[in-house]
């Protein structure tokens, strides 16, 4: 089946610094990807909607130069959260369409220290 | 967004059933999902509904749609300790892939 994987899984950076992740659809191709973020015993947040070839549209309140979205690919979407602080230590999960579902990728777990 | 909301907290003995209840706003055709989070992993998709149905079973699940109260509603039958974890109820509009998620149910299956 369809899957969608996220790289890396757990991350830790130190504060001021950019840290990137990746979301990749495996064996299909996807024009829009979703990137989520989940505080600790929160539910998941939309954050912004990846368009491949073009800009992507942020939900509102969150930050786009902070939290840079690239598509550039039909397989691939990157979140680089720049110069991280403590307050973006949180869960990151993407989403990916493929035929009448949405598959999510595993998850990364971002840490500011 | 939608508003899409669940009960926080629920807690059975193991081998009763375990009914997980979501309530959500959209009144358009709509797709809604129960995805199942454990500690430390991401989500897992265990099914999910159409709205012009009322009913989907799935092995221990079972799926209850009342679309007139917005009601959805997730039934896992012969509750093992491997189910505990927090339980999602999404819903993504038909012509939209953007998900809105409840709170999710945490979910204690004690022994």
């Known amino acids: 089946g369809a899957v969608v994987s996220q790289h890396p899984s757990w991350v830790i950076c130190k504060s001021g610094t950019s840290v990137k992740i990746e979301c990749r659809s495996l064996?299909?191709?996807?024009?829009?990807m979703f990137w989520y973020r989940q505080f600790p015993k929160q539910s998941l947040m939309l954050m912004a909607t990846?368009?491949?070839?073009?800009?992507?549209?942020?939900e509102q309140g969150v930050e786009k130069d902070k939290f840079l979205i690239n598509h550039a690919s039909l397989t691939l979407s990157t979140l680089t959260v720049t110069s991280a602080h403590p307050e973006d230590s949180s869960f990151y999960i993407c989403?990916?369409?493929?035929?009448?579902?949405?598959?999510f990728g595993e998850g990364s777990w971002l840490t500011v220290v | 967004g939608e508003d899409v909301e669940q009960s926080l907290f629920l807690s059975v003995r193991e081998g009763d059933s375990s009914v997980i209840n979501c309530t959500y706003t959209?009144?358009?055709?709509?797709?809604l999902y129960w995805y199942k989070q454990e500690p430390g992993a991401g989500l897992q998709l265990l099914t999910y509904?159409?709205?012009?149905?009322d009913m989907k079973q799935d092995q221990r699940l079972t799926v209850l749609l009342n679309k007139k109260d917005k009601h959805l509603s997730l039934r896992i039958a012969d509750t093992q300790t491997g189910d505990s974890a927090i339980y999602f109820c999404?819903?993504?509009?038909?012509?939209?892939?953007?998900?809105?998620f409840g709170s999710g149910t945490k979910l204690n299956v004690k022994p």
């Open positions: 990846s368009n491949e070839g073009s800009k992507a549209t942020y």
């Open positions: 509904i159409f709205s012009n149905m």
């Open positions: 999404a819903e993504r509009p038909y012509n939209f892939n953007k998900f809105y």
């Open positions: 959209d009144s358009s055709s709509t797709y």
């Open positions: 989403s990916a369409s493929g035929g009448n579902t949405i598959y």
């Open positions: 064996d299909f191709q996807a024009t829009t």
